[in-house]
Nanobody
Framework: QVQLVESGGGLVQTGGSLRLSCAAS????????VGWFRQAPGKEREFVAA???????YYADSVKDRFTISRDNAKSLVNLQLNSLKSEDTAVYYC???????????????WGQGTQVTVSS
C-alpha cells in the first residue's frame, strides 16, 4: 500500500510559478513510476508529467518547457515545478504512483487527494 499526499497548490497570477509536492508513505517508493495528472471542471483527467524509477521524465506537450518533474527517493518526494502559468493550467492536480499501464495514461494504482491550482489573469 502507498499513500500519497499532494501539497503546494494555490492561487497565482498568469506568468507566476508554483511548486507542487507529492509525499509518499508506505511501501517502497523508489521502484515506482509517479505521474501528475490534472482535471479542470467539466473536463476529463489529463496527463501532465511523469517520472520513471530511473528518473526518465515525460511531459504533455501543453506543459513542456514550463513544468519540471523531479524525484527525491530518499525523502519519498516527487515535485512538480510549474512556471509561466497560464489560465488554462487551472485545475485540481493529482499525483499517482505505480502505473498499471503506459506511464502517460491514468492507469495508476495509487492516487492522492489532489491540490487546487488556480491561475488568475
Amino acid at each position: 500500500q502507498v499513500q500519497l499526499v499532494e501539497s503546494g497548490g494555490g492561487l497565482v497570477q498568469t506568468g507566476g510559478s508554483l511548486r507542487l509536492s507529492c509525499a509518499a508513505s508506505g511501501r517502497t517508493f523508489s521502484g515506482n513510476a509517479v505521474g501528475w495528472f490534472r482535471q479542470a471542471p467539466g473536463k476529463e483527467r489529463e496527463f501532465v508529467a511523469a517520472i520513471s524509477p530511473s528518473s526518465t521524465t515525460y511531459y504533455a506537450d501543453s506543459v513542456k518547457d514550463r513544468f519540471t518533474i523531479s524525484r527525491d527517493n530518499a525523502k519519498s518526494l516527487v515535485n512538480l515545478q510549474l512556471n509561466s502559468l497560464k489560465s488554462e493550467d487551472t485545475a485540481v492536480y493529482y499525483c499517482a504512483a505505480r502505473t498499471l499501464g503506459a506511464i502517460t495514461t491514468p492507469l495508476y494504482r495509487y492516487w492522492g487527494q489532489g491540490t487546487q491550482v488556480t491561475v488568475s489573469s
